[in-house]
């Protein structure tokens, strides 16, 4: 384009020798103008041009070699799993799908190593019953197959008898199906070598995820510095039961990083998806959190008291010293409530989003309602009649101490109608005054002689504070025929 214009400069040139130098002038501007906008035109395209090699050479970066290929040629079919062929290094294939599996991503540490002690744990803290009904998928997935080889042996020996059950499954993705590791993106500032091993942990996990997707009903995440609560799985039903018929992704049984994650085994290859998509963006944890929004669940669904406790010193990367711990965790956490599915009322002026449902969830969250007046209640009615043998109720919070229910009743009830309002028990007995914004009545069952269709709780005497019903909890026994 460029020689086809300086030609037809030179052509208009030659016939300007006849025209007057007052004529020509115009006439050579808008040529020059002309030669100007295609020059500019030209330009535009070169960096066009190179715009794209530059996206060319980006897209390359990330899918810089073969072996990365088989990891992302499905992308878009986010229920099917990731192509990777295992290796199994302990264990092998189940015969029969599972109501739990606990999934642990380890890597070789250089201070430390604490995973034999979290598989343990797992184990010994779990009943006869409870065994039958889970999972451990370890994988080891340090590229050094020596250190891969001498663990496993450790594993085997210690763990002999839980492998041969089918309870203990150790694995190994080859290093040939990990995208690139260097010169990834550097956000938030990190040095490059944290993430390398961040974005590495990512995948990491989605590997792990992926080989578990159909293992079972339900899976766990852990890191493998943990230890566990007694009979934590047996808590973990009681809070699954109690949230069916609600919408959740993810529930939270500690605050730490990746421990204690529970998700359904049908969402796994789609997060096991959005890891790979995303590896090198930012720490997994942070990406958990996303993938939970990302699916519709705003808010964080936490219980307490916390099944696992982080108890590493060092972390898994530089050895640097971690010493962090969940102070909400307990040893002991069998006493969990099991609040049976029920229906709930209240005619207290809700503040908010502070609604009935989060007073009675096991939740780390409250019911917050303004100033109660006499004869305000809030009533829980059962989907089906219920023998209840404890019931403890707690106000207020520690940051909010005045917002208690300074004076009211527990009372139990029977014998549903239906009101404009929606059900109601008919006949009340009282249990129990309130003492300092708390209650707690044992042995329920032995003090009434029907199984209870209801529980309400009514203010009897106006407060200026606004009242927060910080937890409900119910523990029943066999329920009526």
């Known amino acids: 384009i460029y020689l086809f214009i300086m030609r ?20 050579l501007g808008a040529l020059i103008t002309c030669l100007l906008f295609v020059n500019l035109y030209i330009e535009d395209a070169y960096v066009l041009e190179e715009d794209k090699r530059q ?20 992308l878009s079919n986010f229920t099917g799993t990731i192509n990777v062929t295992f290796r199994y290094l302990a ?44 999972v451990v998928v370890v994988h080891l997935a340090d590229f050094d197959l020596a250190w891969c080889e001498c663990l496993v042996q450790d594993i085997s020996r210690k763990f002999a008898h839980h492998i041969i059950a089918g309870r203990l499954l150790v694995i190994h993705a080859p290093e040939e199906y990990y995208p690139a590791l ?44 943990v230890r566990c609560a007694k009979n934590f799985l047996t808590a973990m039903k009681k809070v699954i039961t109690s949230r069916e018929g609600s919408y959740w992704v993810t529930l939270e049984f500690s605050k730490l990083g990746y421990i204690g994650k529970l998700y359904h085994s049908h969402d796994l290859p789609r997060l096991a998806h959005f890891l790979l998509m995303f590896y090198q963006e930012m720490p997994c944890d942070w990406l958990l959190i996303h993938f939970r ?10 219980f307490k008291p916390s099944l696992f406790q982080h108890m590493g010193y060092y972390s898994s990367y530089k050895g640097a010293e971690n010493k962090l711990k969940d102070d909400d ?5 069998f006493d969990i409530p099991d609040n049976p599915s029920a229906n709930l009322y209240t005619n207290i002026n809700v503040f908010e989003n502070y609604d009935t449902s989060k007073a009675y969830s096991s939740g780390d969250e409250y019911f917050w309602g303004k100033s109660p007046s006499t004869g305000d209640f809030f009533l829980i009615v059962f989907d089906k009649s219920t023998k209840i043998n404890r019931i403890k109720i707690v106000t207020g919070t520690d940051d909010r101490q005045n917002d208690i229910l300074h004076h009211g009743a527990l009372e139990v009830g029977e014998k549903i109608v239906g009101t404009k309002k929606g059900k109601q028990c008919s006949a009340f007995i009282t249990l129990g005054e309130f003492k300092n914004g708390n209650i707690e009545v044992l042995d329920v069952e032995h003090k ?22 910080r937890s409900i909890s119910l523990w029943t026994t066999q329920p009526s025929n």
């Not at 037809?8 to 006439?27: G, H, T």
């Not at 390359?60 to 992302?72: A, G, I, K």
């Not at 990302?294 to 669904?301: G, M, N, R, T």
């Not at 965790?329 to 956490?333: Q, V």
């Open 8 to 27: 037809l400069i030179r052509k208009y040139l030659d016939k300007m020798r006849c025209f007057r130098k007052r004529s020509a002038i115009p006439f």
């Open 293 to 302: 929004g990302l699916l519709a669940q705003k808010d964080v669904i936490r």
């Open 91 to 134: 264990g092998s294939p189940l015969a029969r799908k599972k109501y739990l599996t606990i999934g642990l991503s380890s890597v070789k540490r250089k201070r430390g190593n604490y995973l034999l002690e979290t598989i343990k744990s797992i184990f010994d803290q779990s009943s006869y019953e409870e065994l039958k009904e889970i």
């Open 182 to 225: 260097d010169g990834l993106k550097r956000n938030y500032n990190d040095p490059e070598d944290r993430v390398r091993f961040r974005s590495k942990q990512n995948i990491d996990y989605a590997f792990l995820l992926s080989f578990c997707s159909n293992l079972s009903d339900y899976y766990m995440m852990l890191e493998d510095d």
């Open 329 to 333: 965790f307990e040893e002991d956490s």
């Open 55 to 74: 996206l060319r050479e980006a897209s390359m970066h990330q899918l810089n070699s073969e072996r990365y290929v088989p990891t992302f040629k499905d």
């Open 448 to 469: 009434i002689s029907f199984d209870i269709e209801c529980v309400r709780i009514v203010v009897t005497a106006s407060q200026k504070e606004w009242l927060i019903i």
